[in-house]
């Protein structure tokens, strides 16, 4: 991989990338294979935009800062493209064979295996009309996933999309196509209530909305518990062998093979444009980039339109709606380094899975929810902890453990605390109080985790934005999914196919369709709309 | 013989039943209950000469409705009047702050963009934009889905804003209240003017399309008002009722239909009454009610509907509501005297407080601080109490269905999670509590108080479900082309000749009237 030096000569690429997180480097990688010179410029020391790997507490111990779960990584059209040559440059994943799991105050679980009838199992004990109900469910998968991930893999809208439109329904009939319209309205509370009998059954599934901002209520919010449950049950979970950035430092690799470029520490001050079109980029040192073909921002519309864009697009109407796409709530991401792995009270078999929910009913998420919405920290938060060295012991020095917690639902501005204990203030000063009562949340449910850390590190929603000025207010999605802000209508209305409202200039990213994850749809979606399939 | 046998007397059931008569058609309404109106009746329920509309009571949706544009002088002569405030409504803080929006739209946009500037210019933006979107929007609201004309309808908007332009307007109609309140108005005060008011669309702030919603009251607030029945809500199913019969309709109370009668056809023939007595329709059986009663009760033996019923045993019903009404020995004394006028008037800490207490309903426990609507009919139609005296109309759309609780731990629930009357009280407590801090001496001039808990509501009406007075939750996935549920299209059923409206059928519940209207266009 070049690593131009920012003072270089002037540099002219065909396509120039602003943001060098996991959709901008598809993109540059697709333009690259089909003979585009593209340059990547990233205004951090290191690539990978929310996918990144550090020693954040104790030599030794590898943490996620941030995205962890590379599932929609490894079942990605893009994968499916660039698979081999990633291999080439390193690509690894750690499958983890127990997925994700809950855990309930009477000591009980419930989870997600990879293997059929451990999940079976589990749910015959619990319930056995929710053994068939799974059942039946993960059947109809096999004939509905076709039309989803069609749907989920193409440009919104386009033609493609349409015809997998029309084909689900001339296949599937309109009774079909009515019900599936239905279900992409519905909260996860409508369809998990349909669908299932049993509360923690029902609670283990909906805590998948709450990894976007998706609570049970939250209309358009079913998909996700949907789709996550369906696609871990039936293709597993995977993790970055050595720590997630094992994408990032492929696709770097690759890149370079291709003769693309990526300019670390070169911030971009704005985009340049004349006659209403853009052709460039001025670096913050003052140097200028010459862009032939397109300006690609992997960056959220604020940063866009605000920054980039000082004088705007020309469309000060439409500039507008870009600048109003709404953040969804805040994540603290805390991170642990520990003696011995959490020993949970529900059952030792807990701690292999790569993800153990702490949102044991719809009421504690929706309580949560409701109080973040409110501009309160959640008197009893939603945690994720997720456990990669479970999974993959290279995290980690031998016999020693780490843990990734991310808390869900977290106010920007904090007006109060719905328990009354910390006082409103600035993130800085009230964050370690927060991981406290986090890590007694934890301590709650795995007695003697406490006892076993040995460092810890703590982001709060600011310090997530400082890392990555696109998680506005420590969003990690990078804006709102509710109906509003999705499909047709991501990231506004009218510019959902990645075209801004300025020639040659496009935008990519978490906040374009498909949305979050690590499944670099938008950037290989836009890479094939500009350079080809 | 009957051509239409019309079960149910409520807003939907009239407004059909009168638009078939006036065509010539015979109809029959049979009412289960001892009165008609369904949620429409008025009581002296407190004190004799007190008039209480014990549900329903704001008549802002059936002056703006279709219905009323057909029906309204045929009621008129009927002896239906509406009285109408001088302020629709507006909301009042715990501090005692407070904020009115009145039916003059540049009063309205000075007053906001005095609260903070550029909030009376965004209010004047938005409401001119859903003005000019009005057409549209009440067609897709009000209308007929699955026809030409709504076809047309769409295909028309499409060419006109192209579809950049439509897939905008139905991007912003997706919206929550919070995401039209947060970003564009600088103003709480505002924010708490709006939020509860999604509150009576069966909605919460942070539900999709409450933002949306929100701005169709405000419009309908400003262009309509406020307006109630002089004399009572009674005397619109009075007005109704006398035209029904004055073009050869019958209507029967106490008749309690038991099944509805298919014939070997597969088409409905008529009805059987609990009574066992047989009444035959000719043209058509039209049942307004909750699906859980049409397909639950009145098919439960009609094979051919099982997959309704089961359908229907998969409709949501949304959160409950209650009912508290007062009896007072002389008009409200408000500490800011211009609150007397209006009509509704809100308690509400705002858009958070709406939230929370939504929140803390639909987790089963008591709202700590609930949000109070606030109806003052004798402010502007004195003949509603004897001379001198008032009353007052609460209600409290933040009411769990099962009692799991309450949120501010003060009122033990009982073990079963149902309503009773001491939860019932001491709740109504909490809530004369938050009021009387508002107006001087209240709890003296109380004469007397009368309470509707959800599970009284029920009682008194079998459709609303868990106290729900919406016919079902108006979630999204349930509204529109979805309500009451798959195959429910043009109030259409599974049985030829049986149709199925009222407020759990599009286009959903209030006083508008629109599935009867609908129903009744497309038969005559």
């Given amino acids: ?533 | 013989m009957a051509d239409y046998v019309i079960v149910g007397s409520g807003i939907n059931a009239l407004v059909a039943a009168s638009l078939l008569a006036l065509k010539g058609r015979k109809v029959l309404v049979l009412e289960r209950n001892g009165s008609t109106g369904g949620c429409m009746r008025t009581e002296e329920i407190t004190l004799p000469g007190f008039k209480h509309d014990v549900m329903a009571t704001t008549f802002v949706l059936f002056l703006l409705s279709p219905a009323y544009a057909a029906l309204a002088p045929e009621l008129e002569k009927r002896g239906l009047q509406f009285a109408h405030p001088e302020i629709p409504t507006g909301v009042l803080r715990a501090d005692g702050s407070s904020l009115v929006l009145t039916r003059d739209h540049a009063a309205n946009v000075a007053a906001f963009e005095k609260l903070a500037s550029g909030d009376g210019k965004q209010f004047d933006s938005d409401i001119s934009r859903l003005g000019a979107n009005a057409p549209f929007l009440f067609a897709l609201l009000g209308g007929r889905l699955w026809s030409w004309s709504m076809a047309k309808t769409v295909a028309k908007e499409a060419w006109r804003r192209g579809p950049r332009g439509l897939s905008s307007f139905f991007g912003e109609a997706l919206g929550s209240a919070r995401s039209w309140l947060e970003p564009h108005y600088k103003s709480d005060l505002f924010h708490a003017l709006m939020a509860p008011w999604v509150l009576h669309t069966g909605l919460g702030p942070e539900s999709a399309y409450s933002g949306q919603m929100a701005k169709v009251i405000a419009f309908a607030l400003e262009a309509a008002g406020a307006p109630i029945v002089k004399g009572g809500a009674v005397n619109a199913v009075k007005a109704f009722e006398q035209l029904i019969r004055d073009h050869g309709g019958e209507i029967r109370t106490n008749a309690d239909v038991a099944e509805v009668i298919v014939d070997s056809a597969g088409g409905a023939s008529g009805v059987i009454l609990a009574s066992g007595e047989k009444v035959a329709a000719g043209q058509g059986v039209i049942c307004s009610m909750a699906p859980g009663q049409l397909y639950g009760r009145l098919l439960k033996n009609h094979g051919p509907a099982d997959a309704m019923r089961q359908e229907a045993k998969g409709f949501v019903h949304g959160k409950g509501n209650m009912q508290v009404h007062y009896a007072l020995k002389s008009p409200p004394k408000w500490k800011t005297a211009e609150l007397s006028k209006v009509a509704l008037l809100h308690l509400s800490s705002g858009l958070d407080g709406v939230s929370k207490a939504v929140n803390e309903a639909e987790r089963g426990l008591l709202p700590a601080e609930p949000t109070i609507c606030v109806g003052q009919p004798t402010s502007f139609d004195p003949s509603r109490a004897p001379e001198g005296k008032a009353i007052l109309w609460l209600q409290l759309p933040e009411a769990p269905r099962i009692l799991k609780g309450d949120a501010a731990g003060e009122i033990n629930t009982p073990k079963d999670q149902r309503w009773n009357k001491a939860v019932r009280e001491a709740y109504a407590d909490r809530v004369e509590t938050m009021l009387s801090k508002h107006i001087t001496g209240f709890k003296a001039s109380v004469l007397k108080r009368c309470c509707y808990s959800p599970a009284d509501l029920e009682a008194m009406n079998v459709n609303l479900v868990g106290g729900d007075p919406y016919g079902g939750a108006c979630t999204i996935d349930q509204f529109f082309l979805w309500r009451p549920m798959r195959g429910g299209a043009n109030h259409e059923t599974p049985v030829k000749r049986l149709y199925h409206i009222g407020a759990s059928t599009h286009p959903g519940p209030g006083l508008g009237g629109g599935s009867g209207f609908l129903l009744a266009k497309a038969l005559a």
Avoid at chain 1, 13 to 33: E, M, Q
Avoid at chain 1, 53 to 81: C, I, K
């Fill in chain 1, 1 to 533: 991989m070049t690593e131009a030096q920012g003072t270089s000569a002037k540099k002219t690429y065909d396509a120039v990338i602003v943001g060098a997180g996991h959709n901008g480097l598809a993109a540059a990688i697709h333009l690259a294979k089909r003979g585009w010179s593209v340059g990547v410029y990233e205004t951090k020391s290191e690539a990978g935009g929310a996918v990144k790997t550090r020693e954040l507490t104790l030599p030794g111990f590898h943490h996620d800062v941030a995205a962890m779960n590379l599932s929609m990584f490894a079942g990605s059209p893009f994968l499916r493209e660039y698979g081999a040559a990633l291999g080439r440059h390193g690509l690894a994943f750690a499958p983890a064979e127990d997925c994700f799991a809950s855990v309930f105050p009477d000591r009980t679980w419930f989870g997600i295996s990879k293997k059929l009838d451990k999940t079976m199992a589990r749910l015959a004990a619990i319930n056995s009309n929710d053994a068939k109900n799974f059942s039946r469910l993960l059947e109809k998968f096999g004939e509905d996933a076709p039309h989803i991930f069609g749907l989920l893999g193409n440009v919104m809208p386009s033609a493609a999309a349409f015809k997998v439109v029309w084909s689900a329904w001339r296949q599937m009939g309109t009774a079909w196509s009515f019900e599936m319209l239905k279900f992409l309205l519905s909260s996860p509370r409508t369809w998990l209530d349909r669908n299932f009998e049993n509360p923690k059954v029902k609670a283990t599934l909906a805590a998948w909305g709450m990894h976007l901002d998706f609570a049970p209520d939250v209309a358009g919010g079913a998909l996700f518990p949907y789709l996550e449950t369906m696609a871990n049950q039936a293709f597993g979970m995977v993790i970055g062998k050595g720590g997630a950035d094992t994408m990032i430092k492929a696709m770097l690799g690759y890149l370079g093979e291709l003769g693309g470029e990526v300019h670390l520490n070169a911030s971009v001050k704005e985009i340049k444009s004349s006659a209403s079109t853009a052709d460039g980029i001025i670096l913050a040192s003052g140097e200028t980039v010459t862009a032939r073909k397109a300006v690609i921002a992997n960056v959220t519309p604020h940063v866009l339109f605000g920054a980039l864009l000082p004088h705007g697009s020309g469309q000060p109407a439409v500039d507008a709606k870009f600048k109003s796409f709404r953040p969804g709530p805040g994540t603290m991401m805390l991170h642990l380094a520990l003696k011995a792995p959490l020993k949970w009270n529900a059952g030792s078999e807990l701690s292999n899975f790569a993800y153990v929910h702490v949102a044991p009913t719809y009421d504690y998420m929706t309580q949560a929810y409701s109080q973040a919405m409110a501009g309160l920290l959640p008197e009893a938060p939603v945690l994720v902890v997720g456990q990669p060295t479970a999974i993959d012991q290279s995290r980690a020095p031998q016999g020693k453990h780490i843990a990734w917690v991310q808390v869900r639902m977290l106010p920007k501005h904090v007006k109060g605390d719905a328990a009354g204990h910390i006082k409103a203030g600035d993130w800085q000063k009230i964050k370690n109080a927060y991981a406290d009562r986090v890590i007694d949340l934890i301590e709650s449910y795995a007695t003697g985790g406490k006892r076993s850390i040995l460092g810890r590190a703590v982001f709060s929603p600011d310090d997530l934005e400082s890392e990555n000025a696109c998680l506005i207010g420590g969003d990690n999605l990078s804006g709102s999914h509710h109906l509003d802000q999705n499909f047709l209508f991501r990231p506004v209305a009218g510019y959902s196919r990645y075209k801004m409202p300025m020639k040659r200039l496009y935008m990519c990213g978490a906040a374009t369709w498909p949305g979050a994850g690590t499944g670099a749809g938008s950037g290989y979606l836009l890479g094939k709309m500009l350079g080809g399939k």
